[in-house]
């Protein structure tokens, strides 16, 4: 069977051309261009709804929505190899499975359990191997670039920064009689859809990735994406998300104060 050639597979899986992609990508399931707008000085829309360049004084950023779930993602992270990406920031929300993650802290994955099924596609054989919680992990010197800057900024904001393991799942209605275990048994402290195919698909490219969370919900606390969560959390929640998590990422991605001057 032929495979794709680089430009086929970055048109269907980008709408783009491979040369339209920066080498840092800002990658994200389904959260819109408009947390960004405030903080760059401005926005070009590449591909409608879907693929943005930042522009700064002295850098430029590709902006992603790559859709819900791992098979979306690791499909886009898998697009983005065919192109001049050389580090990914991925950044989407998740629920907290400990009781020290509170909603609005900020969580940089240590390593992703997958529990999801594009990753086993990444595995060489037909049936492939299983990587049922299997760990996926993330480049650690841009963990520990975002890392640095998120202590500098959410404190500030009233929120904690938090690095630890997360399950990755392909199910959200399926997921909860599974959470106390994880937490338990595998000690993770939060659960979300992409990064442990991010982090895996990016390696099989050799694109550095690494994630910044923001909590959503918090099962334990009684607080799911369902019910429970009360309009000071949800407030604090988009704070966070809106004016905190954006300045990180730029400033990990693009330098202190985003190469100004």
């Avoid at 629920?95 to 020290?100: N, V």
Wanted: hydrophobic share 40%; aromatic share 6%; charged share 15%.
């Amino acid at each position: 069977m032929k495979s794709p050639t680089p430009s086929e597979l970055v048109h269907a899986g980008l709408g783009c051309e491979p040369e339209q992609i920066r080498p840092d990508v800002i990658l994200t399931p389904h959260w819109k261009i408009d947390i960004f707008n405030p903080h760059v000085p401005g926005v070009t829309e590449i591909v409608p709804h879907k693929v943005y360049e930042l522009e700064l004084r002295r850098h430029s950023i590709t902006f992603v929505r790559a859709g819900i779930g791992a098979p979306q993602t690791g499909d886009t992270v898998l697009a983005l190899g065919a192109t001049p990406c050389q580090r990914i920031v991925f950044i989407g929300s998740a629920g907290a499975l400990q009781p020290h993650l509170n909603i609005g802290d900020l969580l940089i994955p240590s390593q992703s359990l997958s529990g999801d099924g594009f990753s086993r596609y990444l595995q060489p054989g037909l049936p492939p191997a299983d990587t049922f919680l299997r760990p996926a992990l993330p480049d650690e010197f841009l963990s520990a670039t975002l890392s640095g800057y998120a202590n500098t900024a959410a404190p500030a904001a009233g929120a904690s920064v938090h690095r630890g393991t997360v399950f990755s799942t392909d199910s959200i209605a399926a997921q909860f009689p599974l959470l106390e275990g994880l937490s338990r048994d595998y000690d993770c402290c939060a659960i979300e859809m992409e990064t442990a195919a991010v982090f895996a698909a990016a390696r099989s490219v050799d694109i550095q990735a690494s994630a910044l969370l923001a909590i959503s919900d918090s099962p334990i606390q009684g607080k799911s994406l369902f019910a429970g969560r009360t309009p000071q959390d949800l407030d604090h929640y988009h704070r966070i998300k809106e004016d905190i998590l954006p300045v990180i990422v730029l400033n990990t991605l693009a330098g202190p104060r985003f190469c100004e001057g």
